[in-house]
């Protein structure tokens, strides 16, 4: 089987782009997903369960390229036994190293089931050159690993950011695919035409210094459970609430909630900008994830608790 690793920080398009893999491949090959994230409760995971042509295997509370990483090789070696898939897509959490994970996918265990592990880096063009900025090394392993490179949130930044990070993604792998896009739509034959990068390239270029996990100061998580239905109009008010900082200073939220009007909802907050996407299939628990730092969590739980989400545990 082909393993593609779908690499990115926290907020990049990763599940974005692998639900528009699953939807324009599954008629076609047989795929499997491995999703890892950064918290406790696991929605990504819950997303692309809505497809029920494709296995998904969640591993959470732990980062697959660490503490989990004898988790992932036991469990890429169950898929390939029990599903044998075509395709493997895995998406590690944000904060995975290209190094650790390689070496565990590499592991001899795997080698009869995998013909191909390919990377795909996806950047936030909108956040890219601060984060850069305070993680190069680790920016840079991802590249240089890079089978393809997709530049997503284009229409959210300028034309000259966009020429920057393609330029830096070129001078560091010349050997990768460059794509720039929004939403994270990649065209079938940019994503199936990348071949994975040789092995002695890859192990030439990230050594153990470019293997440290980005820069992670000062976060802080809520990762819990809500129950109930929401007004859909407070909390659309509470999303804004939290891309404004009352909350605190917010990187990344996410979650899954029952609403009066409009049933289970997937909601978004990436690079400043909330999105909201149905479900297609009813869920047991909404969930709710936020990172950041400075949280003001009292305040937090007492503005959720207005939209009616009274029974969200603490």
Not at 73 to 101: K, N, W, Y
Not at 163 to 173: F, I, K, M, Q, W
Request: charged share 20%; hydrophobic share 45%; glycine share 8%.
């Amino acid at each position: 089987m082909i393993i593609d690793v779908v690499i990115g920080f926290l907020g990049s398009g990763k599940t974005t782009f692998m639900l528009g893999v699953i939807t324009a491949l599954s008629h076609q090959q047989k795929l499997a997903v491995i999703v890892n994230e950064f918290g406790d409760i696991g929605i990504d995971g819950t997303v692309l369960k809505e497809y029920d042509d494709t296995e998904v295997v969640e591993l959470a509370s732990g980062c697959i390229c660490c503490s989990l990483s004898k988790d992932l090789v036991a469990q890429v070696e169950m898929i390939a036994c029990r599903f044998a898939p075509d395709r493997l897509l895995i998406e590690p959490s944000g904060v995975a190293t290209v190094a650790s994970l390689l070496m565990a996918l590499r592991s001899l265990k795997l080698e009869q089931y995998v013909d191909e592990i390919r990377i795909i880096c996806i950047l936030d063009a909108v956040n890219f050159s601060e984060f850069y900025t305070q993680n190069r090394l680790y920016v840079e392993a991802q590249l240089r690993a890079a089978s393809l490179v997709i530049i997503n949130k284009a229409d959210l930044s300028t034309k000259e950011a966009v020429v920057e990070v393609r330029e830096l993604a070129a001078s560091l792998n010349a050997n990768a695919v460059i794509v720039t896009t929004t939403y994270c739509r990649v065209l079938t034959a940019d994503y199936l035409s990348p071949r994975e990068i040789p092995e002695n390239f890859i192990d030439g270029n990230i050594d153990a210094g470019t293997g440290q996990s980005p820069v992670a100061h000062g976060l802080e998580k809520i990762s819990m459970p809500c129950n109930g239905s929401l007004r859909f109009a407070a909390l659309d008010e509470f999303l804004r609430d939290l891309q404004r900082g009352e909350f605190g200073n917010i990187l990344r939220a996410k979650g899954i909630v029952h609403t009066r009007e409009r049933g289970w909802v997937l909601f978004n907050l990436a690079s400043g900008y909330i999105s909201f996407a149905p479900l297609r299939k009813p869920q047991t628990a909404g969930k709710i994830f936020v990172l950041g730092n400075q949280l003001a969590r009292d305040a937090f739980f007492a503005s959720l608790d207005a939209c009616d989400g009274k029974e969200a545990s603490r």
